[in-house]
């Protein structure tokens, strides 16, 4: 609630409470100075009034001097009446000498009898002459001099009817005393004496001159304020009055006053100088000086709350500036840190599970998921963490469903969702809790492929600031999300490759020990990658010998594979030729030597040769690690002696034969540098002090199985959990002692053909003596792996040969057709298409035909007989009828290892009996294949 | 890169199918959609167009064998052009050739339209095809 109130409104009624506090302190330091102010107030009107006493008493003073001095002056003393008009001109001129004009009415000299001599002005000397003199001096000063004339009588003030005579009385030439009666105007001599104090006077201010008799003298103001006839002064007690005094007392207007009292005499006379003011100006002026103060502190309040607002403004400013740079900082922090934890990982999964981790950290969420497009245009649940039941977990969403994740994918933008009941793209399902939502695009290369859920059980329950961090994060989690699809699609590629590669080698490497009653073979090899280096071999040759080889290519993966797929192709091309294996690995080297020098491999390899009838074991080494043997139970292991450099190490070398006479009942381990080099965890090799070890302990009668299991066992053993470093090949041979068997009459080779002829009886077809069939042939060997467009590779192969013997383009295109269908049958039916199999497509050529054999693993056998072409829904079928057809001769072998579908055309044989119109064909330009 | 899959073209009455480099299995349901829509729009004749084509093999041809039975049952005459005398000799083992009309290219075929319909409106199976100018409709008539 107080975080609704503004700031300035707080502020404001700070200042409010401030000022009222500064003025209850301000009222009740009024009454305090006030008090003091009366205090001093009515002091100071004392001290003013006294003043003016004094001031008074001073200016009489003078004036007394003044009619002393002229006294003394000859003329007035003079008595006779012809001195008369001087001493009338000297009071004159001392009148105006002292400038007092004003306040002098008239000066009269009387006689010791008080009698009027003359005055000045005329106006009241002529008044004495004509017997009409106003006034008379008071009865005790004329008593005194007449009685005779030498009291000492003093200057003084007296009144006389209502005039204030100032009388100075002086000897005169008699020597009587006389006197010299001034006749002063007191009103205008207190305006003068009192202008300054008059002028001073302000407010309720009044100024009174009182006698002791209680009259009143003079009155500065107009109209008095204080009625003194209602005896608010008391004439007695200004009588008996001799300092001064104030007083307090109150008026009819219920105001307050001061009046302050000086007593002043002057010459004989008293007088007191009344002060009169209103409290209420003492207060005026501290509550000016209060409402001054009042004011500079209010102001001062004032200042200081605006400098406080704009500080407390700044500070909440500055406070709101470093908390959301540091929201902004740990929103960046939290960026960079999900940036690495989600590219921490590359695999699909974990990186779509993290994203939910991560995004928890820095958006708490009821439920968060991400959806992900399919390859059917459905939104497919790919990850999935919350509160969520598990329902919500797994699942599907169809084209029309899920409107909301829709909407992000179409546009590529959030979509924000405040309240899911009143949203009609919102379908929620039963119970679920989700009251807000947000949608985020994940991009893969700016197309959207998928959305970023993240739910909230609180409407409205995302910030500004959330949705601000949502999309960073949802830019981030696309781009681990790209990164991880890319590794996917790379790891897929690599997959395939090397599914391909282990296919080509796996087509290589025999499958199965072949069936040879003199001679049982035991091998396995373990490779260290997914495509290993080593290879073996079991050619069968002429007169029942077989070769045995055991090889290791330089390198391991892919390029290994391929240099294998070569050196096996070799291999069994010049096997045929060269039946000595020192001569034949002589042969490969030189075949095979610039191939190995410009991909900078090689490849050992050990050939042997085993002649069933004579238990002869011919035997070259190239760079393999030598064999050990023994020639029957009885004897010793031994390893046999003969080496040399590997295939495509060196130019000119000329690899030896060694003949080992063989028992029934020998053993022969043939192995690659594998099972020697195995690191156990101490980094120590199986080496050759084990495996003699363990040879020698095999039991009298152990079969070749049992040799080659006790070997992998015993090196698995060495190396335990670790992975092997290298490829790992074993082949045991033992000799058997049987009957030889009959051997096969060479005549029966061509049955084959007799057999392709009868069942295409319908065309002719030209006999082959079984001569030509052994003619010399160039033999080119393909594998290709069971996918479906790899039949291209071999009509492509098949092309070119048969462009080289010189067919004709239409025979080519027979031949083209005829080999694609028999791979695609293989590759579909015989293999079922297992990408681990592979099939093997034998071209050989001769003088005047070309050979085609298409073998599978007979996954599935060719049906026998052959079913009518085009006969299912989907008007398949049509291959083999085609290979009929097309091909001059077509023999098809049905076994448990595989199909072979052997074809054959012949050069010079024109297909012209099919039905094809060839006299309006000639009439077309054939388009350029 | 070559698209791998049918389209279709309309000209009123007449429906092109290209038909794209390689016509093998994979190509069934691209082809069956272009020809459905062809079938929506109630074209009176197909025209097949292979010059964009140099692999069929025995799946591509099954293909077309459906596609000009499903049309010759709907009465839809079939033409054929683009192919090369390899395959032309392939869709004649098969019969194709009994239920379509081979010709040489879209001009042909234009000009055997308009003999054919001018000629004949009852030879539906499209083996009709006399020979127009030039001679250049080489298989259709002589296979049938």
Same mark, same amino acid.
């Given at each position: ?34 008090? =003091? ?17 004094? !001031? ?29 008009? *001087? ?14 004009? #004003? ?11 008080? $009698? ?13 002459? $004509? ?10 000063? /004329?008593?005194?001099?007449? $009685? ?51 002028? %001073?006077? #302000? ?22 304020? /204080? ?60 509550? %000016? ?19 406080? *607002?704009?500080? +407390? ?37 974990? /990186? ?36 969520? @039941? ?22 590529? !933008? ?5 309240? =899911? ?7 929620? @399902? ?75 080698? =796996?087509?290589? +490497? ?57 050196? @096996? ?30 991909? !900078? ?147 029966? +080779? ?19 003596? @079984? ?159 | ?9 309309? &000209? ?56 000009? &039975? ?40 234009? &000009? ?33």
């Amino acid at each position: 609630m107080l975080k609704r109130i503004p700031i300035s409104f707080l502020a404001f009624l700070g200042v409010v409470v401030l000022i009222a506090m500064i003025a209850a302190v301000t009222l009740f330091a009024s009454a305090i100075i006030g008090r =003091t102010v009366l205090d001093q107030f009515q002091s100071q009107q004392l001290q003013v009034s006294t003043a003016l006493a004094q !001031q008074t008493e001073a200016y009489f003073s003078q004036l007394g001097i003044e009619t002393l001095r002229l006294t003394q002056l000859d003329e007035i003393k003079a008595v006779a009446s012809s001195r008369f008009d *001087l001493a009338k001109t000297a009071i004159q001129n001392d009148i105006n000498a002292n400038d007092r004009n #004003s306040i002098v009415i008239s000066v009269t000299r009387f006689s010791f009898r008080g $009698e009027p001599r003359y005055a000045w002005p005329t106006r009241v000397d002529n008044q004495i002459n $004509e017997g009409v003199f106003p006034y008379s001096l008071p009865e005790e000063l /004329v008593s005194q001099t007449q $009685e005779g004339g030498i009291v000492e009588v003093e200057t003084g003030l007296y009144q006389v009817d209502s005039r204030y005579l100032l009388i100075v009385p002086f000897a005169a030439t008699t020597g009587n005393i006389e006197f010299l009666a001034y006749e002063l105007d007191i009103e205008a001599i207190f305006n003068e004496v009192l202008a300054s104090a008059i002028n %001073d006077l #302000s407010g309720s201010g009044q100024l009174w001159v009182f006698d002791y008799q209680g009259e009143l003298v003079f009155q500065a103001r107009a109209e008095p304020q /204080v009625d003194v006839d209602n005896s608010l002064f008391n004439p007695i007690t200004l009588a008996g009055l001799t300092e001064t005094v104030s007083e307090r007392y109150a008026t009819g207007d219920d105001s307050e006053r001061i009046a302050a009292f000086a007593p002043t005499e002057l010459f004989n006379r008293q007088f007191a100088m009344v002060l009169s003011r209103s409290t209420d100006d003492s207060q005026e002026v501290v509550a %000016d000086d209060l409402q001054i103060i009042f004011g500079i502190a209010v102001a001062a309040v004032a200042l200081i709350a605006v400098l406080a *607002l704009i500080a +407390l403004r700044r500070i909440v400013s500055e406070t709101s500036r470093r908390r959301s740079e540091a929201s902004m900082r740990r929103a960046t922090r939290s960026l960079l840190e999900v940036s690495r934890a989600l590219n921490s990982s590359l695999e699909l999964q974990t /990186v779509l599970n993290r994203i939910l981790v991560e995004l928890q950290k820095i958006i708490p969420y009821y439920s968060s998921s991400i959806l992900l497009l399919n390859e059917r245009g459905e939104l497919e649940v790919a990850s999935h963490r919350g509160e969520d @039941t598990a329902a919500h977990s797994v699942g599907v969403f169809k084209a029309e469903e899920a409107r909301a994740a829709r909407e992000v994918i179409a546009r590529s !933008q959030p979509v924000i969702i405040n309240d =899911t009941s009143k949203d009609e793209r919102w379908s929620a @399902t039963s119970g679920s809790e989700i009251r807000s939502w947000i949608g985020l695009p994940l991009r893969v290369f700016e197309q959207s492929v998928g959305v970023l859920n993240i739910n909230s059980s609180l409407k409205t329950g995302f910030s500004p600031e959330d949705i601000e961090l949502a999309e960073a994060f949802s830019d981030q989690a696309s781009v681990a999300l790209q990164n991880a699809r890319l590794h996917d699609q790379e790891v897929t590629r690599i997959e395939q490759e090397l599914t391909v590669a282990r296919g080509i080698q =796996t087509s290589l +490497l025999p499958a199965t020990p072949p069936n040879i009653p003199e001679l049982r073979v035991a091998f396995n090899s373990l490779a260290a990658r997914q495509v290993s280096g080593d290879f073996f071999q079991l050619i069968p040759l002429t007169d029942g010998q077989w070769g045995v080889f055991v090889g290791d290519v330089s390198g391991k993966g892919m390029p290994a594979a391929l240099i294998m797929a070569v050196m @096996t192709t070799a291999l069994r091309d010049e096997v045929i030729r060269q039946r000595d294996p020192g001569k034949l690995l002589s042969r490969l080297n030189e075949r095979l030597l610039d191939r190995f020098l410009q991909v !900078q491999m090689n490849s050992a390899l050990l050939a042997a040769v085993f002649d069933p009838a004579t238990y002869q074991l011919s035997i070259a080494n190239a760079g393999m690690v030598q064999p050990y043997w023994r020639t029957d139970t009885d004897d010793e292991w031994d390893f046999v002696d003969i080496g040399g450099y590997p295939l495509g190490a060196s130019q000119n070398v000329n690899y030896t034969s060694k003949v080992l006479k063989l028992r029934a009942g020998s053993l022969m381990v043939l192995f690659s540098d594998g099972i020697i080099e195995a690191e156990n965890w101490r980094g120590e090799f199986f080496g050759f002090e084990r495996l003699e070890y363990l040879l020698n302990e095999m039991p009298a009668n152990t079969s070749a199985e049992e040799a080659l299991n006790r070997i992998l066992n015993a090196v698995q053993q060495h190396i335990g959990e670790r992975d092997p470093a290298d490829d790992m090949t074993v082949m045991v041979l033992q000799t058997v002692g049987v009957e030889r068997p009959t051997e096969p009459e060479i005549e029966d +080779l061509p049955s084959i053909v007799d057999m392709v002829r009868s069942r295409r009886t319908e065309r002719p077809v030209s006999v082959k003596t @079984t001569e030509e069939f052994l003619m010399p042939r160039e033999n080119v060997e393909l594998f290709l792996p069971s996918i479906l467009g790899f039949e291209k590779v071999a009509r492509s192969a098949a092309e070119a040969i048969a462009r080289k013997m010189g067919f004709s383009d239409d025979r080519i295109d027979d031949l083209k057709t005829a080999v694609a269908e028999a791979c695609m049958n293989a590759i579909e039916h015989g293999n079922l298409e297992d990408k681990a199999t592979s099939v093997t497509v034998l071209l050989s050529s001769s003088s005047d035909h070309l050979e085609v054999r298409v073998v599978d693993r007979g996954r599935q056998q060719i049906p026998d007989p052959l079913p009518p072409p085009g006969n299912s829904d989907s008007a398949r079928g049509w291959g083999l009828f085609f290979i009929q057809s097309l091909m001059d001769e077509v023999e098809i072998v049905r076994s448990p290892e595989g199909n072979v579908v052997r074809m054959t055309i012949f050069l010079g044989k024109d297909q012209d009996d099919l039905g094809e119109p060839s006299s309006d064909e000639a009439e077309w330009v054939d388009k350029v294949d | 890169m070559a698209s791998k899959e049918v389209s279709y073209r309309l &000209e009123n009455s007449l429906g092109f199918l290209d038909f794209p480099r390689d016509v093998i299995a994979q190509t069934r349901e691209s082809a069956y959609a272009a020809y459905n829509q062809l079938a929506v729009n109630k074209v009176e004749t197909i025209a097949m167009n292979f010059e964009g084509s140099d692999y069929l093999n025995s799946a591509g041809i099954g293909l077309v064998i459906s596609l000009v &039975e499903d049309a010759t049952r709907a009465g839809r005459k079939v033409f054929a052009y683009g192919l090369s005398s390899h395959y032309r000799k392939l869709f004649s083992m098969v019969g194709l050739t009994e239920r379509l009309s081979l010709v040489r290219n879209e001009e042909a075929m234009r &000009e055997q339209m308009g003999t054919s319909s001018s000629s004949t409106d009852s030879d539906s199976s499209g083996g009709g095809g006399s020979t127009s100018s030039g001679g250049s409709n080489p298989s259709s008539g002589g296979n049938s």
